[in-house]
């Protein structure tokens, strides 16, 4: 992750960055994220593991991360002869650019507030024009 504004834009970014730059999701993240949306089906645990080729805890935390990030979801398939599993699948990727476009608007506005605090408690005062005396 660059270290400041100026290295992250001229980093040639791809989409996937977004989940590192909002969520600060790691690689693996990343990862479980591109292999849900081209599985055929939502995938459990065990299944995103064997994927990976990671240990099932390994592969459950960045399912947890996913999740509560908002990027994916799951759903509970229930056995005919009672019991269930969970399943992990994608959430509506223009559902999820929304709320990244929410959460760019909160944060441009709190930038704009925090620039115009900067420049009127650091800003040349000598050049802000007179006051008018009657």
């Not at 995103?48 to 960045?62: L, N, Q, V, W």
């Amino acid at each position: 992750m660059p270290d400041s504004m100026s290295e992250m834009l001229r980093q040639d970014m791809q989409c996937e960055g977004l989940l590192e730059c909002f969520h600060n999701l790691k690689e693996i993240d990343k990862d479980v994220f591109r292999l849900l949306n081209e599985a055929s089906e939502p995938l459990t645990v065990d299944e995103i593991a064997d994927e990976i080729d990671r240990e099932r805890s390994t592969a459950y935390r960045p399912v947890k991360r996913l999740m509560q990030a908002g990027f994916i979801q799951k759903e509970q398939v229930n056995y005919d002869q009672g019991g269930y599993y969970h399943v992990y699948l994608p959430r509506d990727a223009d559902e999820i650019a929304q709320e990244m476009q929410r959460m760019l608007n909160d944060w441009y506005a709190q930038m704009g507030q925090l620039i115009g605090e900067f420049s009127e408690k650091y800003g040349d005062t000598s050049s802000q024009p007179p006051t008018v005396e009657s």
